[in-house]
């Protein structure tokens, strides 16, 4: 029914008039079934590929894939791997920061240290036996260590057993000769294997005795191949300086063969001891102790004492008699002449005038 008073249209044209509303064609003739039939297949076709195209449009705007293709009226799937994807987006540093990466601790790595050669070495040791103060300096030596094998210098060859230091040296610090010892005839061989030195020099192997007080260095000096140590030892010395004199007389003045002529010794002074006594008399003859003992150890003391001997010439002439005392420091001496006649025979013997000289030394 017509209600708005135009032209009433068939069922046909309605439909006629929709396509070319939504498709943009103009309606299929009525006259041609067959034809229209095909086209209506064909625009149901061109509506599905466009609304999948509207489709693949819209998922480009919101996901940014491909569009797909289309080949012979057939839809293509789209292979993962043909599409792109989409640029990952790192946080900013202001608003997420970075995360450290965790960290392991190292160990130190323990590396074995080469081997290190052995070096020759010594150690000195020096002792003083002799009392504080005294005089008389006695002291022990010990020598400790390890140095290079000498060798024998005539023959060339290693000594095995032998002392491997090459010598010592001791200096008393008063100017006096320095002691020591010496090894010999060795040498010192290049690459020669170390061996053990240990030796010990007793108390009283180098005595000494110092003439006046005073502060001295005693001194000891070790050698060996390569290598030289020395050490060095403080000596005070409280006890006054030692001095002897020695006088010498005799009696008679002027002997004659085979009469005893005696010899007085007179000493004064500061020291140990005066003995032993030693009188030579000139002829070749001469007094010595039978047994002396030694009392150097002893503190100083004053001296004065008075020892005779005597002597008988057995030929004429002049004689100088000599004379000294002491042993431990200083020595005193002293000489005298005398004049001997020959024996009297009978009858009366006449002696000429003589002078004597008499020669002082204090030591």
């Known amino acids: 029914m017509n209600t708005s008073g135009g032209p009433q249209l068939a069922d046909g044209e309605v439909r006629g008039w929709l396509d070319v509303a939504l498709l943009g064609e103009p309606p299929v003739p009525d006259a041609v079934p067959a034809v229209r039939s095909a086209i209506r297949r064909r625009r149901r076709t061109m509506a599905a590929s466009t609304g999948l195209a509207f489709v693949a449009f819209v998922g480009l705007i919101l996901?940014?894939?491909?569009?797909?293709?289309?080949?012979?009226?057939?839809?293509?799937?789209v292979s993962p791997a043909s599409v792109s994807p989409a640029p990952s987006i790192s946080p900013s540093p202001s608003t997420a920061p970075s995360a450290k990466p965790p960290v392991t601790p190292s160990l130190p790595v323990v590396r074995p240290s080469p081997p290190v050669a052995a070096k020759p070495h010594l150690t000195v040791t020096i002792t003083r036996t002799s009392p504080a103060g005294a005089r008389d300096l006695t002291f022990s030596v010990r020598i400790r260590g390890r140095v290079p094998q000498l060798w024998n210098a005539q023959t060339g060859q290693p000594i095995p057993n032998g002392d491997p230091l090459l010598g010592t040296a001791v200096d008393f610090g008063d100017g006096s000769?320095?002691?020591?010892?010496?090894g010999g005839a060795v040498t010192c061989h290049r690459g020669a294997p170390l061996v053990t030195v240990d030796d010990t020099f007793p108390s009283g192997f180098w005595p000494h005795r110092y003439a006046n007080p005073g502060n001295y260095a005693l001194t000891f000096t070790a050698r060996a191949c390569g290598i030289t140590v020395t050490r060095t030892a403080p000596v005070h010395v409280s006890a006054p300086a030692q001095l002897l004199s020695l006088a010498l007389t005799t009696a008679p003045l002027v002997a004659t063969v085979g009469q005893p002529v005696k010899v007085t010794l007179h000493t004064t002074g500061f020291a140990v001891d005066v003995?032993?006594?030693?009188?030579?008399?000139?002829?070749?003859?001469?007094?010595v102790p039978a047994s002396v003992g030694s009392h150097c150890a002893d503190p100083p003391k004053p001296i004065d004492d008075t020892f005779t001997v005597e002597h008988t010439?057995?030929?004429?002439?002049?004689?100088?008699?000599t004379a000294s005392d002491g042993q431990c420091g200083p020595v005193g001496r002293a000489t005298m002449s005398i004049h001997v006649d020959p024996a009297p025979s009978h009858g009366i013997v006449i002696r000429q005038p003589r002078f004597w000289v008499r020669d002082h030394i204090r030591g």
């Open 63 to 77: 996901g940014g894939l491909q569009l797909p293709r289309a080949d012979n009226d057939r839809l293509d799937t």
């Open 177 to 182: 000769p320095p002691n020591g010892s010496d």
């Open 275 to 287: 003995w032993p006594y030693v009188v030579h008399y000139g002829d070749g003859a001469r007094w």
């Open 313 to 321: 010439y057995t030929a004429p002439g002049d004689y100088t008699i």
